[in-house]
């Protein structure tokens, strides 16, 4: 295992103020310090007219967006409905045909059988 100087060494020009003995950019004597290092930002206070300001135009993003939304969802809704009762139009054309053929299967079926049995039937 190498040793941290291993890994980081020591600057060329160790006198140079601001930087750590491993040759890091030290940190700010003005960073608060939390538990063992540094914090690595430093803190700010946001005032809270701004903090509220910033929180009303997300409120007015979202209010827009959810309106947008919304009208996009009616659309969709009205496009499906379109769609539907064209589908069901089309579906109730569709079924005279083949009902108007089965009909005349079975008349022909009939006549075909009347004029089979009716010689037997006349005898």
Same mark, same amino acid.
């Given at each position: 295992m190498t040793s941290p100087s291993d890994d980081h060494p020591?600057?060329?020009?160790?006198?140079?103020? @601001?930087?750590?003995? &491993? !040759?890091?950019? /030290?940190?700010?004597? @003005?960073?608060?310090? &939390? !538990?063992?290092? /540094?914090?690595?930002?430093?803190?700010?206070?946001?005032?809270?007219?701004?903090?509220?300001?910033?929180?009303?135009?997300?409120?007015?993003a979202l209010t827009a967006m959810s309106t947008k939304l919304d009208t996009f969802h009616e659309a969709s809704n009205r496009v499906q409905q379109d769609h539907e009762a064209r589908l069901r139009a089309l579906e109730s054309r569709s079924w005279p045909l083949p009902a108007a053929t089965v009909a005349i299967a079975l008349t022909a079926l009939l006549v075909t059988a009347a004029a089979a049995l009716l010689p037997l039937v006349l005898r």
């Open positions: 020591i600057p060329a020009t160790p006198h140079l103020q @601001g930087l750590t003995p &491993v !040759g890091y950019q /030290a940190v700010h004597p @003005g960073f608060p310090t &939390v !538990g063992f290092g /540094a914090a690595p930002w430093p803190t700010q206070v946001i005032p809270a007219a701004d903090l509220s300001a910033d929180m009303r135009l997300v409120r007015d």
